[in-house]
């Protein structure tokens, strides 16, 4: 097969890149990155020689970039590039409409030039909205983003739908809940949490920390990805959850007990402005179809998570210094043009 990733450099395209070269060596993969503050060429080292990938610096704005970089007739677009971070969308929501939605845009239309067979497009639970106590999003369920970045993503999900009625593109969506594990940019919740608390630094938790988010390893939703993009029905949703719903407060409860470290390092600060209260996905519908589960306890992966920012500080480092990005600046130079030919 032929794959072209887009935000392959980021946490959870890299976990991507990473399993789907283990499983399907003989395949070609073409990792398509802008390389922003959450891209890291660091998250790719073990398959960067490898024969059959390449990595080509662009932005999905671009069509020119697209065309050039997608091979005609490709099996598969899998879509994660996207601006992520909902207290950045809150800040300044413009970048993220213009690359959640008019980026999927131009992918769309790349993609159908290209004459590419499938799209899979990587959304989120947050497009739901927040959910009632005992309430479990539903591929069917309305969809009622509250903040800038779920709007986008919201808006990106109604244009890949729209590309299949209009012109019969084949696609596939994924909606997945809240990720953890190694690799993970130090803005989001468990890689900050540990981070700080290894450093003995204040953790910072909103209102009053009861936020319930459901939780998944990178490496069950990973798992999950390659079966829809493989098995999934063209033109259907699946839901990718952890099935481990639980209040904010009590995961960052959980990092201090096993960093054995206060619970006074947690500094309650004010809330988020249209702060969801409840995020939770059912994913009968994966189960089901594709006999797809999570198999990794959130209990373990986040020993495992936190033994792995423990005995990676130099990656730690290097990303919230920034120096990752005059490590670019000298491999790539000023244009961080392409690693090797496309």
Request: charged letters at 25%; proline letters at 4%.
């Amino acid at each position: 097969m032929k794959l072209f990733v887009t935000g392959g450099a980021g946490f959870i395209g890299s976990q991507f890149i990473r399993d789907w070269v283990k499983r399907f060596p003989q395949d070609e993969i073409i990792n398509f990155d802008k390389l922003t503050y959450a891209g890291n060429l660091a998250n790719l080292t073990s398959v960067e020689d490898h024969p059959g990938y390449t990595f080509v610096r662009g932005d999905i704005r671009h069509s020119e970039a697209l065309l050039e970089a997608i091979p005609h007739g490709a099996d598969a677009v899998v879509h994660f590039a996207a601006e992520s971070h909902v207290d950045r969308s809150i800040n300044g929501a413009a970048e993220f409409v213009s690359t959640n939605a008019l980026g999927t845009q131009v992918l769309l239309d790349a993609a159908r030039h290209r004459k590419v067979a499938r799209f899979l497009h990587i959304s989120t639970d947050e497009v739901g909205g927040s959910m009632h106590p005992e309430e479990w999003l539903k591929e069917d369920s309305a969809l009622k983003p509250r903040s800038a970045y779920a709007a986008s993503k919201t808006a990106a999900e109604h244009l890949v739908r729209a590309a299949g009625e209009t012109f019969g593109t084949d696609y596939v969506i994924t909606r997945t809940s809240n990720n953890y594990g190694p690799f993970q940019f130090p803005e989001k919740l468990l890689p900050l949490a540990i981070c700080n608390a290894m450093e003995n630094q204040s953790i910072p938790v909103y209102g009053d920390g009861m936020q319930v988010r459901d939780w998944i390893h990178v490496e069950d939703n990973c798992r999950a990805l390659i079966s829809t993009l493989r098995g999934g029905r063209a033109g259907h949703t699946y839901h990718i959850g952890g099935g481990f719903p639980r209040p904010n407060r009590y995961v960052l409860e959980s990092i201090l007990a096993m960093l054995d470290r206060p619970k006074s390092l947690l500094a309650p600060t004010k809330d988020r402005p249209g702060h969801d209260r409840r995020y939770a996905v059912n994913f009968d519908k994966i189960v089901r179809e594709l006999n797809w589960r999570p198999l990794i306890s959130f209990q373990d992966g986040l020993r495992q998570t936190i033994h792995w920012y423990k005995d990676n500080q130099q990656w730690v480092k290097s990303v919230r210094s920034g120096d990752y990005l005059n490590y670019y600046k000298e491999q790539y130079g000023q244009s961080l043009s392409q690693s090797k030919a496309a």
